[in-house]
């Protein structure tokens, strides 16, 4: 199917799971090398990386931890703006090796509070994996050594990602049409 409808949008064909799964492959045979003895503590981050996630990680094949959070965001007051905290860590990352499994950096701004918010717990080290960047969003400086697809600036949804809390059990990537 080229085309699907999720609420009021349409959406295109936009990545094959074929070709997704073919690069989620690639993806873990390099983390397979670059973290042999190192024990990662993968950090995945719910709820649009739960696909990515289940794909990625069975094909880990060196010892490791999985574990799933949150970020969640209220209104502040005025002067505060945005508040995000990290739902859901309750072991320790003090001296591991954490890796977060994200599905979308688009302005990299959750993914830099998440770094603050890990920081203060002490890890040794912590990578950033993406199946998805928009770098043409990209706000702030972000090192993301492990991703799958750089992408253009348009809305796209499945394989995990939501519009409007639908459209996460879509095969496919699709793309917003205008
Ligand atoms: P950021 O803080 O701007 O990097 O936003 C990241 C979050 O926005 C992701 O974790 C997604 O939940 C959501 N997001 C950004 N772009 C898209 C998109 O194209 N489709 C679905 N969700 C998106
Ligand atoms: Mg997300």
């Given at each position: 199917?080229?085309?699907?409808k999720?609420?009021?949008?349409?959406?295109?064909?936009?990545?094959?799971?074929?070709?997704?799964?073919?690069?989620?492959?690639?993806?873990?045979?390099?983390?397979?090398n670059?973290?042999?003895?190192?024990?990662?503590?993968?950090?995945?981050?719910?709820?649009?990386?739960?696909?990515?996630?289940?794909?990625?990680?069975?094909?880990?094949?060196?010892?490791?931890?999985?574990?799933?959070?949150?970020?969640?965001?209220?209104?502040?007051?005025?002067?505060?703006?945005?508040?995000?905290?990290?739902?859901?860590?309750?072991?320790?990352?003090?001296?591991?090796?954490?890796?977060?499994?994200?599905?979308?950096?688009?302005?990299?701004?959750?993914?830099?509070?998440?770094?603050?918010?890990?920081?203060?717990?002490?890890?040794?080290?912590?990578?950033?994996?993406?199946?998805?960047?928009?770098p043409?969003?990209?706000?702030?400086?972000?090192d993301?050594?492990?991703?799958?697809?750089?992408?253009?600036?348009?809305?796209?949804?499945?394989?995990g990602?939501?519009?409007?809390?639908?459209?996460?059990?879509?095969?496919?990537?699709?793309?917003?049409?205008?």
């Open positions: 199917m080229d085309t699907v999720v609420k009021d949008k349409l959406f295109g064909l936009y990545i094959t799971e074929d070709k997704i799964l073919s690069r989620v492959k690639e993806l873990a045979t390099k983390m397979n670059d973290l042999a003895g190192k024990n990662p503590l993968f950090l995945v981050i719910l709820n649009g990386s739960f696909v990515f996630a289940a794909d990625l990680l069975r094909d880990i094949t060196i010892p490791c931890e999985i574990t799933f959070v949150r970020v969640a965001s209220y209104e502040g007051d005025s002067s505060t703006g945005q508040i995000k905290h990290l739902l859901g860590l309750t072991q320790s990352i003090e001296g591991r090796t954490v890796v977060i499994v994200e599905d979308i950096v688009d302005s990299g701004f959750t993914m830099k509070e998440l770094l603050h918010m890990l920081e203060d717990k002490n890890p040794a080290e912590v990578y950033i994996s993406s199946l998805l960047v928009k043409g969003n990209l706000k702030v400086d972000l993301i050594p492990y991703r799958c697809f750089d992408i253009e600036n348009e809305f796209i949804v499945g394989y990602l939501d519009y409007d809390h639908e459209g996460r059990n879509l095969r496919h990537i699709y793309q917003v049409m205008e």
